[in-house]
């Protein structure tokens, strides 16, 4: 058998790309020494996989900023308004990414979404009336010839061609169908390209066919494909798919003149089945997704091989693959020196993933691999694990009742309660919670893990961070206010590090969209609080103001979506079992003055199954009630916020309302407020904070902008209901575009209740 990886982390073993391509922003070095070191990331990367015994090592699943992004300027997917800004090639793929404003011009970056049901954020390219999609970039080509330079013949990677329409976001009167024939074009002279290069596979990724289709999406992908497959010559075609079955399209897909398929075994719950039942063709290679790409607990080599036994019996020889591209898993297990050996043994990060597929290649050609010591080295592993189970946690998740999902009194007359209360102005504003963190602030916390000061100094720092913070808010004039969140590394690891059941990595880092990198804390074994997480913070916060403050929490669901969960237990328990140390917060919370508690469910969408049929029992009936769980307890004066980001919402509208917070914001700003429509035709009761600009991108958006913004949630949201916010946390910005947007908002708020007064 031969093994395949559909990708690989690009940031670079302790985030070269990241730290050069901050420079490059900050004009500290030139495109020439960015482009550089992302040529000695590639050749790393490359020599890694050759080692290893790789058969299929990829190329162009690199990039300097996400590969949607890079993919739609191969084919001149560029909306006017950067091509106008008359920049570089590269900093107009920057101007798309993170929005520009200088000389020339101000425009706002693409919408950023969640990458299906994965932590990673890809930019959703638009295409207009007017754009000729062609071929018109050479990245793909480049690598794969640095590659050969190299010795090393790669598989390139390109997103496929319907996964590619139906992620567009199309400005104009034009459909995914008008563009057809120019993009069967573009992609065949993509093919012919690569066979004037000698290229043997070329992959297409195509994870939009594990969603439900459509007759029409099928009638799409057959045409499309058809079409381009014709003009393929001698380039072997590999048509990929991950996070899910392809139970829709799965004879069309066979019967099409492909070469290779790949399928996911890992999170296609009905891939093995619709391989059993309708087989698999002679013609055409099977690469098989058995190892994990999306979680770093070793493979269990037992199931996979029964599985790869299985596809044997069919007369299947399959190619060994991950099951998606490593690019949602860490590095190495290289750089992390303070775990302990028990429990690395259990990890599998990307680098340690091409060992189990050189394991696996060997293990599954011999008739008693039972016998073979990496066979009886894997089966120990699964056999025992230390630390992860504790009785008290369990006997309290099994308590739980129905009446502890449910908060009293109902909404509308604890809105009326939570008015009288607070007594804010119309219109209302605040921020989602954190403020720039800057490089002293950075300082004071790794002198404090390295034990350079002291536990005081370490606090004295912080109070005096958030006493400066609570004076520019005044200042500014915001209504409900922030602590800052200065103690806090990350919303998930900081309070992964204050819960029982956590490991916490080194240098674990993974990409979360451009240069932003998460260090995901590791769920090892049940979960609970030991003592408060926050509350020393939010009322010494709340002693300097005399304006009500906010404590700020991370929702379960979040918690649990941004961890690397267990796969020993149920998400529904683990989840359950984070909820009830989070409540145990909010009640401390409650109990020590603070009014309003937002708890952060920015990934509540991120483990929704990707099919509608499987939402509700297989995940919205355990998450929705995980949130109400966290709040049930609270007093009717109490108000509970709560904040989601960079997902598609509008389909889950009624469910999110299902929460019973009583306050919501979303981000909203880089879908131009699409998420309105939706929120009006569901009659959502919650009172909402769309975000009226987008934090992720450097420029300060104006008083008038803002404006229109408002103006535009107005004509779809009651005036009572409305919040005015930025779209996320302000962690990543500077502390000058932050004071001035923040301006910007309050000036913006304070015309607009003028105009309804």
Known sequence: MLTSIIGYPRVGKLRELK??????????????????????????????????????????????????????????IIPSRYKELDLSEIDTYFAMAR?????????????????????????????????????????????????????????????????????????????????????????????????????????????????????????LFERLYKNILGSKGKVKILLQTYFGDVRDVYNQLNALDFDGVGLDFVEGKKTLDLVKANGFPKDKLLFAGVVNGKNIWRNNYKKTLLILSELKEKEINPVINTSCSLLHVPYTLKNETKLSTECTRHFSFAQEKLGELAELKKLVELDKFEYEEPFIANTRLFEHRENCYDADVQKRVSEIQESDFIRHPLFEEREKIQKEEFKLPQFPT?????????????????????????????????????????????????????????????????????????????????????????????????????????????????????????????????ILNWSFPREDISLKESTYQIALAIRDEVLDLQANGIKIIQIDEAALREKLPLRKSDWYNEYLDWAIPAFRLVHSGVK????????MCYSEFTDIISAIDNMDADVITFEASRSDLQILDSLKENNFKTQVGPGVYDIHSPRIPSVEEIQTALNKMLEKINTEKLWINPDCGLKTRGETETTASLKNMVAAAKILRNESN
């Open 636 to 643: 009717a004066k109490t108000q509970i916020h709560t904040h």
């Open 430 to 558: 605040t921020t989602i919670g954190s403020f720039p963190q800057t490089a002293d602030i950075k300082a004071n916390r790794t002198a404090y893990r390295k034990g350079e000061i002291t536990e005081e100094e370490y606090i004295e720092f912080n109070r005096k961070k958030i006493a400066e913070c609570i004076a520019m808010q005044e200042e500014i004039g915001l209504d409900v206010l922030v602590h800052g969140e200065f103690e806090r590394n990350d919303m998930v690891e900081y309070f992964g590090e204050k819960l029982k059941g956590y490991l916490f990595s080194e240098k674990a880092w993974v990409q979360s969209y451009g240069t932003r990198c998460v260090k995901p804390p590791i769920i090892w074994g049940d979960v609970s609080r030991t003592k408060a997480m926050t509350v020393s913070w939010s009322v010494y916060a709340q002693s300097l103001t005399e304006k009500t403050m906010k404590g700020m929490l991370t929702g379960p669901v979040t």
């Open 99 to 219: 929005g520009y404003q200088g000389k020339s011009g101000d425009v706002k970056a693409l919408a950023m979404k969640k990458w299906f049901n994965t932590n990673y954020h890809y930019m959703v390219p638009e295409i207009e009336d007017e754009t000729e999609i062609r071929l018109a970039g050479t990245k793909p080509f480049d690598e794969f010839k640095e590659a050969s330079l190299l010795g090393i013949k790669t598989k390139p990677v390109v997103i496929g061609v319907f996964t590619l329409l139906k992620l567009l976001r199309y400005t104009g009167s034009k459909s995914a169908e008008d563009f057809s024939e120019e993009i069967i074009k573009a992609y065949s002279n993509l093919i012919a390209e690569f066979g004037k290069l000698g290229i043997e596979w070329l992959q297409f990724d195509e994870p939009y066919l594990v969603y439900d289709l459509t007759k029409e999406d099928i009638t």
């Open 19 to 76: 730290f050069v391509t901050e420079k490059y922003f900050r004009s500290e070095i030139t495109v020439d020494e960015l482009q550089q070191t992302a040529k000695e990331i590639r050749k790393t990367q490359w020599n890694i996989l050759k080692d290893s015994g790789l058969d299929f090592i990829p190329s162009n699943d690199f990039s300097l900023y996400d590969n949607v992004l890079d993919t739609a300027s191969l084919f001149n």
